[in-house]
């Protein structure tokens, strides 16, 4: 398979992402062994194989192209991401290297909506785009001419990442799924109104919100919460089929893998399908809080990982783990995509994800081994109390990063010496290096918190076998402060009307404890780092996100 990255890249310049994250607590609690809070034996660890490597699977074992995939349509882009495979690969042919210097506007559409960003990739379907606007509605627009026909306001806000359109058994039944707030809602896609024999007429209420598009199998409607957990249910009666716990619950694999179960290792970017052997393919986040590894000790399955379940079931068929127990916010971003490639001669089906560390994983779609060898380098020792860092993480050699996996010096901006001179009185006192864990009211300077790869993933030419992706280089230093204030897991608190309307419009990004999610701050220790009236102007736009 062929990679080729695209790169952004602030190392040159004198930009730097700064964020500021507060331990929560350094002190012993009831129940804790005396020595919980002991600091790790770094000349210990020192005394570990410096490589460890997991064996690439043998090419006679690799699964084979077996023919059962549905061709997809690349006339059209019926999902965000293009397809149920996430290719984001379009085989029209009308644009080209030849005449696409020639491009001119041909419409702009405005919605007459109030200010703000729509991250969302619009579907197209028989030259009819759907797509939600900052104002939350879900539009569809004509593709030629730009001329809205229908919209649709729902009660909740409407999916940041995804739309999917679901063929039906005639062009009258088609229909547009997305979520908003905490419902799936189908809409007819010929007139925009809600399906009567969808759930509920049209809606399906679930149990958390979802940002990523969702998957149709038969009759079931497969999504990632955004907080945890991936579900099924039910299209004609609203029914929850089955949940997978990515936190797994007390009994379930994985579950001892965490001295203390809390949040994150959610399926936040997104779900890919094969559809011919019925396998959803899912990439989490990292456990939380972001950057306090006292608070989640272990390895902490099924964060970090790419997950292949049994749409029919919802049962784990194998996972496969980049970084264990992440203390740096170093998630896997992107969703799956699928491909085949060659290998030793014969074609056989793969699926692969791209991480904020730059990496690749490809994988065998059916049995999880990698393709290649993946190695693990032993990692640093924590010098903070109480935090327990795994021994071991990611350090492949092949697919090859495709991103600067760590700083130092040598990458500080030469771009005049001002510029030069505020770059390192930044740094001043300031670690770094690879996979150096944070310290306490110390910068810690690390790539790269918002990727490597993003939550746009990668491209893939199912003709060439060529991936696309595109790089990030971004430093951010990292400091770790005593908290203002304990942490209180409000999701167990009783209802407000507060409460409900954090969950419809804020949870998305800031979290579900208002930890905050990778590139969103925390809105905990707020009134300590702000005003009322800034928090009051802030609320009138969110910054415009």
Request: aromatic share 10%; with cysteine.
């Amino acid at each position: 398979m062929n990679f080729v990255r695209v790169e952004n890249t602030v190392f040159k310049g004198c930009a730097y992402l700064s964020l500021f994250v507060s331990l929560l607590s350094l002190q012993a609690q009831e129940g804790q062994p005396l020595n919980y809070w002991a600091i790790e034996d770094a000349a210990e660890r020192a005394t570990l194989p410096k490589y460890k490597t997991i064996p690439a699977s043998p090419s006679a074992d690799l699964t084979p192209t077996d023919g059962l995939q549905p061709r997809e349509d690349y006339r059209n882009w019926p999902r965000s991401h293009g397809d149920y495979t996430s290719s984001k690969y379009s085989g029209l042919t009308q644009i080209s290297r030849a005449n696409v210097h020639q491009l001119e506007v041909a419409w702009i559409y405005r919605s007459g909506d109030k200010p703000g960003n729509v991250q969302v990739n619009p579907i197209i379907v028989d030259g009819i785009m759907y797509a939600p606007t900052s104002g939350n509605h879900v539009v569809a627009v004509n593709g030629a001419t730009g001329k809205e026909f229908w919209r649709y306001a729902p009660k909740g806000k409407t999916s940041r990442r995804g739309i999917t359109y679901w063929r039906g058994p005639n062009r009258e039944r088609d229909r547009v799924l997305f979520t908003a707030g905490t419902e799936i809602i189908a809409l007819l896609a010929i007139s925009g109104k809600l399906d009567p024999d969808f759930g509920n007429d049209g809606i399906i209420q679930i149990p958390d919100t979802c940002a990523a598009p969702l998957a149709v199998y038969g009759n079931t409607v497969i999504f990632p919460g955004f907080s945890k957990d991936v579900y099924g249910y039910d299209m004609s009666s609203g029914k929850q089929l089955w949940v997978f716990h990515t936190l797994p619950q007390s009994g379930e694999f994985g579950y001892e893998t965490w001295d203390k179960m809390d949040l994150g290792a959610n399926a936040w970017s997104g779900l890919t399908m094969d559809r011919g052997r019925g396998i959803a393919y899912v990439t989490t986040g990292s456990p939380k809080p972001n950057f306090m590894g006292q608070r989640h000790r272990g390895r902490n399955l099924f964060a970090n990982c790419l997950i292949a379940i049994d749409v029919k079931t919802g049962q784990r068929l194998w996972h496969f783990q980049e970084v264990r127990h992440d203390i740096w916010d170093m998630d896997i971003p992107g969703p799956p995509f699928l491909a085949t490639i060659e290998r030793d001669g014969a074609l056989v089906d793969v699926v692969g994800a791209v991480s904020k560390l730059a990496n690749t994983l490809l994988l065998d779609r059916v049995t999880g081994q990698p393709i290649f060898p993946f190695k693990l380098k032993r990692a640093p020792a924590s010098k903070l109390p109480g935090f327990v860092t795994w021994p071991y993480q990611p350090k492949p050699d092949l697919p090859e990063p495709f991103a600067t996996q760590e700083f130092s010096m040598e990458r500080v901006t030469d771009i005049g010496e001002e510029n030069r001179n505020s770059v390192l009185k930044q740094l001043e006192g300031a670690t770094m290096g690879w996979r150096v864990p944070n310290a306490l009211n110390k910068p810690n300077v690390i790539n790269n918190v918002n990727g490597g790869g993003e939550w746009s993933g990668v491209a893939v030419d199912p003709n060439t076998q060529t991936m696309f992706v595109n790089a990030n280089n971004f430093p951010w230093y990292i400091t770790l402060t005593q908290a203002p204030e304990d942490f209180v897991d409000e999701s167990k608190l009783p209802e407000t009307p507060g409460r409900k309307v954090y969950q419809s419009q804020c949870i998305i990004c800031h979290g579900p404890n208002r930890e905050g999610t990778g590139e969103f701050p925390p809105l905990i220790g707020l009134k300590h780092r702000s005003t009322e009236e800034a928090v009051a102007e802030l609320l009138k736009t969110g910054k415009n996100l």
